[in-house]
């Protein structure tokens, strides 16, 4: 079973095209595969459903074994992919109902159309026994968006308490963020299902359409993430331009002794 490795700003994930899986891929199958010590190692799976021309339907899944609406880096992955597969400059990708259209840009980077986002109002979140400000976000997943910048010790507490707060019943993404100026903002990201991240595409339309939408930024806005910077563009009626890279690392053929 074969698999080809690759990340957007240190956030990888394994590709592979259903119609050459030995196996399909469940929950516990996935878990295997993801886990860095027992297995390959990734933040999740893109399962190519389909590729005809010049689209392809994906599933995301995050390395606990659950999907995901959306991908922002799972996205550029499938549609670089697909793009240097059949020598194409514009691809579209289907991820459950959202249709992303992509386009190549110079180098590894690739633009994202990520259709609307929505912002909710501000409102009190009560964590840990402190209250933080939070601004729910939709971008086809779900975000909460806290302006705060926490040392590492209190994100790893934060983090996993917000995602499994009971304000979200079917868990959350997290970010917490930081103003550096009109045009840019420093993120850290724990990501639902998979736990801190380097990067997440869908986190930086998720707060910087927050950051635009109460004042905090303009569009265009650079979010800073760990493993580097992403570019989110948004128009009037909150829809959502990313761009930032995404690379191949490798290829990966399981071993048989591996057992699925």
């Not at 926490?150 to 019943?169: I, K, S």
Request: aromatic share 6%; hydrophobic share 40%; glycine share 10%.
């Amino acid at each position: 079973m074969q698999f080809s490795k690759w990340h957007g700003l240190g956030n990888d994930y394994l590709l592979v095209e259903r119609a050459e899986l030995a196996l399909r891929l469940t929950p516990e199958r996935v878990q295997r595969i993801c886990d860095y010590h027992f297995g390959v190692g990734s933040d999740g799976i893109v399962e190519v459903l389909s590729a005809n021309g010049d689209s392809a339907e994906v599933v995301i899944w995050n390395p606990d074994g659950s999907t995901a609406e959306l991908s922002g880096n799972g996205t550029r992955i499938a549609a670089r992919w697909l793009a240097r597969r059949d020598g194409r400059d514009r691809v579209r990708i289907k991820v459950g109902p959202r249709e992303v259209v992509a386009t190549m840009r110079e180098g590894k980077l690739v633009e994202t159309e990520m259709g609307a986002v929505e912002v909710g109002e501000r409102e009190p979140l009560h964590v840990d026994g402190k209250q933080y400000e939070m601004v729910p976000v939709a971008v086809g997943n779900p975000h909460a968006v806290i302006r705060h910048t926490p040392d590492h010790d209190e994100f790893l507490r934060l983090g996993p308490a917000v995602e499994n707060h009971e304000r979200f019943p079917n868990r959350t993404n997290v970010q917490f963020a930081r103003v550096d100026g009109p045009h840019e903002l420093t993120a850290a990201v724990w990501e639902r299902g998979a736990g801190e991240t380097l990067s997440s595409g869908t986190s930086a339309v998720a707060v910087a359409s927050a950051a635009v939408r109460h004042g905090w930024c303009e569009s265009p806005v650079t979010v800073h993430l760990r493993g580097g910077d992403l570019l989110v563009e948004l128009d009037e009626s909150c829809n959502a331009r990313l761009t930032g890279p995404a690379e191949e690392i490798c290829s990966v053929e399981l071993s048989e002794e591996f057992e699925l």
